[in-house]
């Protein structure tokens, strides 16, 4: 048996040994610093890994993907926090108590639930699926803001999954409160109705499901379960929902003040299926100013399209791949901008988010970015 002591420390020997890990010759003194420092990574990561001491290069561990989806339409609790009425009080102590389970709003998941969901989830730890970061959101219906659900000319509702990274789907199923929910309390199994089961689903961005639904009136929640087919792992959504214009509701888009929708049945005047009491108009956001700031820094200014969240995109080459930064006020933007060298171009682009359709994209803008000091 042999035994691996380490690579050669000089002669020819330890050239052909650098050689044969394709760290090449020994950079010398008086050389790039970065030089340097990339042969002295080199070499320790090629010997570390013929130790087998470096396992994340090593070995290979599958993992879950850090980001899959949740429900948009209506949308569920975490998404409508996150980028409908971020300011609705509900809402607020939501961003107060983790502002992480917001930005990870497509995360709400079991890594090896493997269809055994009423099992790992408890009642009353349904919209969190038992999961700490977001047990906020297991607060009772009556305190969250609701989509008012109609159905459309066919008489079938639409539901739509929203997926960030899609997967192979062994289910989507969509559960409905039954008769008599109480939305003063939290949600348990036994107020749940299966009323819909996709079955299997190829891949694709978002899934629009489409049924029918026994009668409801006033405030009810849906509760729907995604099932991946390629791993055990399953992602939940709570939506909360209004049928036949319950006047409590606070609609996506309007403030609480404003809220709400006349009171009284479903019928011919309730507008299309599942609209807000105000149309939301999103249009293009287009960035008017570019200043570029101290060590790397950049302000952006751009028009008010009419969007409750925006994000920006950073590109070094104006095309993919963009890097996505989260925006917290409507029409400017200050950050830090890495570069590789100084005095390189960067290129730069807003999106308005629009959970209700597409999210406008404006037009690409470039500047200078000096690493002034």
């Known amino acids: 048996m042999s035994v691996f002591l380490g690579p050669p420390v000089g002669g020819k020997a330890a050239i052909a040994w650098n050689r044969s890990v394709g760290c090449g010759r020994r950079v010398?003194?008086?050389?790039?610093?970065?030089?340097?420092?990339?042969?002295?990574?080199?070499?320790?990561?090629?010997?570390?890994?013929?130790?087998?001491?470096?396992?994340?290069?090593?070995?290979?561990?599958?993992?879950?993907?850090?980001?899959?989806?949740?429900?948009?339409?209506?949308?569920?609790?975490?998404?409508?926090?996150?980028?409908?009425?971020?300011?609705?009080?509900?809402?607020?102590?939501?961003?107060?108590?983790?502002?992480?389970?917001?930005?990870?709003?497509?995360?709400?998941?079991?890594?090896?639930?493997?269809?055994?969901?009423?099992?790992?989830?408890?009642?009353?730890?349904?919209?969190?699926?038992?999961?700490s970061k977001y047990a906020y959101f297991d607060r009772p219906a009556q305190e969250w803001p609701a989509t008012t659900f109609r159905p459309d000319a066919d008489g079938k509702y639409t539901v739509r999954w929203n997926s960030t990274a899609p997967h192979s789907t062994a289910y989507y199923r969509v559960y409905l409160t039954k008769p008599g929910f109480d939305p003063s309390k939290r949600l348990a199994w036994s107020d749940l109705e299966l009323v819909h089961d996709t079955g299997k689903v190829a891949p694709e961005r978002s899934t629009t499901m489409r049924m029918t639904l026994p009668d409801r009136g006033g405030r009810h929640m849906l509760y729907t379960v995604w099932q991946r087919d390629d791993s055990p792992e399953a992602f939940y959504a709570c939506s909360d929902v209004a049928f036949s214009g319950d006047p409590s509701v606070v609609m996506p888009g309007v403030p609480p003040s404003e809220g709400g929708s006349p009171s009284g049945g479903g019928g011919a005047d309730d507008g299309p299926s599942n609209a807000p009491s105000t149309e939301m108009v999103i249009n293009t956001p287009s960035i008017s100013k570019v200043k570029v700031l101290k060590r790397k820094r950049v302000r952006l200014k751009w028009n008010d399209a009419g969007a409750l969240r925006y994000k920006l995109q950073v590109s070094k080459f104006g095309r993919s791949p963009w890097k996505t930064f989260a925006i917290t006020e409507n029409t400017k933007w200050r950050g830090r901008v890495k570069q590789v060298r100084k005095g390189k171009y960067r290129f730069f682009r807003v999106v308005a988010i629009n959970p209700s359709g597409e999210n406008p994209r404006g037009p690409v803008k470039r500047a200078r970015v000096r690493a002034r000091k």
């Open 28 to 131: 010398g003194v008086g050389r790039s610093t970065n030089r340097q420092r990339l042969w002295r990574l080199c070499m320790k990561t090629a010997a570390a890994t013929a130790l087998g001491l470096v396992a994340g290069l090593a070995v290979a561990v599958p993992t879950p993907a850090a980001a899959h989806g949740s429900i948009d339409i209506p949308a569920s609790r975490v998404f409508m926090c996150k980028t409908v009425v971020p300011d609705h009080p509900t809402c607020a102590g939501a961003w107060d108590a983790n502002p992480q389970a917001l930005y990870d709003w497509m995360e709400v998941n079991i890594g090896n639930a493997a269809g055994r969901h009423k099992e790992l989830i408890p009642d009353g730890k349904l919209c969190s699926a038992n999961r």
